[in-house]
């Protein structure tokens, strides 16, 4: 062998490699996230010592040194261990059923208990994806469950079930859309100028239209007429109106070809109302009416956010499609209506739902204040989430909807079974993030005389039996628990809904 090929082979061993380094484990994760280099490292001790100085602190408070038995303020005013006394929980324990409930009665606030054990026995199959009857679950929470709520909470019976209840309404909305026109047109005769004759041309169109409305709503008017001047018991204006309800949605699905299936289930629905209305006697008086002024805590919280994140779904939804619209006058009065609830702060909103708006309406109609409050919540929220709802849509490559409607699907179909899921799933985060914050504002309504979980909070305040210097924090730092955890748990469901539906997405 030559002496140039020997030069290859190695004549001893190679020394041994170092280790790699750790990525794994949480060593691996101090190494590689928090002190890879000097910057980070530096940033990461500022961040400890932070976190150091603020909890401490805090759990000194809360849990060290506070209180935890007591009858009064004495209580919260020892001194412990050489330190001033944290956290007054006795306070928190004689006020809790007032944080609750609010100024509620005592007797009848079994329904409030059935109406939280209701909703957290509907809602929590719905948020466990394995389970099944979703739709039928749905239509028990979102559609029956309210009704129920509302009786429960409010109390009170039932007269003139819905004939007269719709009709009285209807009447008095279309009347005064006629009492509008013909102001309009008033205002057009005393402004001799173009926008004057634009105007009572306008308020023309109004009346006329108002006229024809009452013409064709003129049976159901009848209806309630003769159920009212014919003492008939309420029963025979249920069975009016389940009839009327049911037809229309059975000439509405398609008659006698594919109609059957709505009138089955409308059908089923009211006698599911039925049965719900001689459980809790509402035929009879029903329950003691507890009025909503006497509501609070976190009782109108959950009402107020719970109603606001549901109703203004549907806002939102319509209100994108209607912004995307190719039609001049839907996609106009969605740009006004989103942009012009967009412009204006919650606390505005509210304030003109509950002191303004009763005076646009007939002096017979009224309206109660926390429904009101929940009209102008949902109507906010919905323009908000019309914006989020439309970012989705927008990232929909246009060739879904062309290949649904190359395979026949309608406008409809198109939009609620192929463009729909998927915009909502890509604006999952978006979404979550205006109910979190729609939840965190309802503290607002404190303002227009509605006591939430903050104002009662501060009403208990004002307790001289319990006026302490820790009185203030202990009661912030409750409440803030709750609103965190609400957040908090909001939050991680949502994570869970995204990874699942984005599953497919993953390599």
């Known amino acids: ?139 028990l929470f979102f559609v029956a469950f309210p009704f129920v709520a509302f009786f429960l909470l409010y109390g009170g019976g039932i007269k003139g079930f819905a004939v007269g209840w719709v009709t009285h309404f209807v009447s008095t909305f279309i009347l005064g859309i006629g009492d509008a026109g013909a102001r309009l047109a008033e205002l057009g005769l005393s402004s001799p100028s173009w926008f004057g004759s634009l105007l009572k041309l306008i308020g023309d169109g109004i009346v006329w239209f108002s006229t024809g409305l009452l013409y064709v709503s003129f049976p159901l008017f009848w209806l309630r007429d003769e159920i009212v001047a014919s003492g008939q018991p309420l029963w025979a204006d249920f069975a009016a109106t389940a009839v009327i309800v049911s037809v229309a949605l059975f000439l509405l699905g398609g008659g006698l070809r594919n109609g059957w299936r709505a009138l089955v289930i409308s059908l089923a629905t009211f006698a599911g109302i039925g049965l719900v209305i001689l459980a809790m006697g509402l035929n009879r008086g029903g329950l003691p009416v507890v009025d909503t002024r006497l509501w609070g805590g976190l009782l109108v919280t959950l009402v107020v956010s719970v109603t606001g994140i549901v109703a203004s779904m549907p806002v939102g ?26 412009g204006v702060p919650l606390i505005t909103v509210l304030f003109f739902a509950t002191y303004m708006l009763p005076l646009f309406l007939p002096g017979n109609f009224t309206v109660d204040g926390l429904v009101r409050v929940l009209i102008g ?56 993030n205006s109910f979190i914050a729609l939840f965190k504002d309802t503290s607002l309504v404190s303002i227009v005389a509605l006591f939430d979980l903050l104002g009662i909070l501060r009403a208990a305040f004002a307790d001289p039996a319990w006026s302490s210097p820790t009185t203030l924090f202990t009661g912030f730092a409750f409440t803030g628990l709750i609103y965190f955890v609400g957040c908090f748990a909001m939050s991680r469901y949502s994570l869970f809904v995204e990874r699942r539906l984005n599953a497919h997405r993953r390599h």
């Open 377 to 432: 919540i949902a109507l906010f929220a919905g323009a908000y989430n019309a914006e989020v709802i439309r970012g989705g849509l927008q990232a929909i490559a246009r060739g879904q909807e062309e290949a649904a409607h190359a395979l026949g699907l309608s406008y409809w179909k198109t939009t609620r079974l192929i463009v729909l899921p998927q915009a909502l799933r890509h604006v999952i985060p978006g979404l979550v």
């Open 1 to 139: 062998m030559s002496e140039q090929a020997m030069t290859f082979v190695r004549s001893e061993l190679a020394p041994e490699r170092r280790a790699p380094v750790r990525s794994t484990g949480l060593i691996g994760f101090l190494r590689t996230r928090l002190f890879n280099t000097p910057l980070n490292a530096l940033l990461t001790v500022l961040g400890a010592a932070l976190l150091v100085a603020l909890i401490v602190p805090a759990v000194r408070f809360l849990l060290i040194d506070a209180v935890w038995s007591g009858s009064d303020r004495n209580a919260c005013l020892a001194q412990t261990t050489g330190h001033p006394a944290g956290a007054c929980w006795p306070f928190v324990q004689a006020k809790i059923t007032q944080f609750i409930y609010g100024f509620y009665p005592e007797p009848e606030r079994w329904r409030v208990n059935l109406t939280f054990l209701l909703a957290g026995l509907l809602l929590l199959p719905l948020l466990i994806p394995r389970l099944p009857a979703k739709t039928f679950n749905a239509a």
């Open 317 to 342: 939804i319509a209100l994108a499609l209607g912004r995307r619209s190719t039609i001049p006058l839907i996609r106009l009065f969605s740009i006004g209506f989103i942009e012009f609830w967009r």
